[in-house]
């Protein structure tokens, strides 16, 4: 496999076996058993992969067990035998890491999720796995920008008017990775603590795009697990 067909964000948790890596177009992402193929690349039990169905939710769910979780877009475990997976194609992958409870979590989070809750939810989830916010490290990777995120008035009417641009016509350009980051300081995540990767999918040729794209684009896979 090419060494430049992901994006390697573990040196963010600066934790020697924790693994979160974040693969590209350049890495052939065709059915579930490519995310085994990235397990072993990142060193990862390819046999632990925890693999949610995602539906734009705000489920958030602590996960005990490898293998397929139906209907949910933030999966969050302190098994550490277990490998965190999730695909995007321009939704922000959010990575989360409890420093001291050594808990971690991936979320999918696009316009949808993000207006329903699920930053909110991840955060009390890990609170229900006993993380306390000041110990919590998020990492915000590639996904759609404000330059490239252009949505309808049936869309931007869900957000604050402070995160948006006006663009063509009846059109606005969303921030959303702001909202997110915004979402986690009320959440008492100290500001030090939060990344946010500043990379648009759509603008980068290096990454799949749904808006680029259309409906045939591929997608990348976000992981997260503890190297044996
Ligand atoms: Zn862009």
Same mark, same amino acid.
């Given at each position: 496999m090419l060494s430049n067909s992901w994006s390697n964000y573990s040196p963010y948790f600066s934790e020697d076996s924790l693994i979160a890596g974040f693969t590209n177009r350049h890495f052939p992402y065709t059915s579930a058993n490519d995310r085994s193929e990235f397990a072993k690349i990142l060193k990862l039990d390819y046999q632990k992969i925890v693999i949610p169905k995602q539906i734009h939710s705000s489920n958030v769910i602590i996960c005990a067990k490898a293998g397929n979780i139906i209907d949910t877009d933030g999966i969050i475990t302190d098994n550490k035998n277990l490998v965190l997976s999730i695909q995007v194609a321009d939704c922000i992958p959010i990575y989360l890491y409890d420093t001291q409870k050594q808990i971690i979590g991936l979320i999918h989070a696009g316009w949808r999720g993000v207006n329903l809750g699920i930053i909110e939810n991840s955060i009390d989830k890990m609170r229900e796995l006993n993380s306390e916010s000041i110990d919590i490290k998020v990492l915000l990777g590639s996904s759609i920008r404000q330059c490239c995120f252009e949505?309808?008035? /049936?869309?931007? /009417?869900?957000?604050? *008017? /402070?995160?948006? /641009?006006?663009? *063509? #016509?009846d059109r606005m350009q969303l921030d959303l990775q702001s909202i997110v980051i915004d979402i986690l300081i009320n959440k008492n995540i100290q500001s030090e603590n939060i990344v946010d990767i500043k990379e648009c999918t759509c603008c980068s040729d290096k990454y799949h795009s749904f808006r680029r794209d259309g409906d *045939?684009? #591929?997608?990348?896979i976000a992981m997260m697990g503890w190297q044996s």
């Open positions: 949505v309808g008035p /049936e869309v931007a /009417e869900l957000f604050d *008017k /402070e995160y948006q /641009e006006i663009g *063509k #016509s *045939k684009t #591929s997608r990348m």
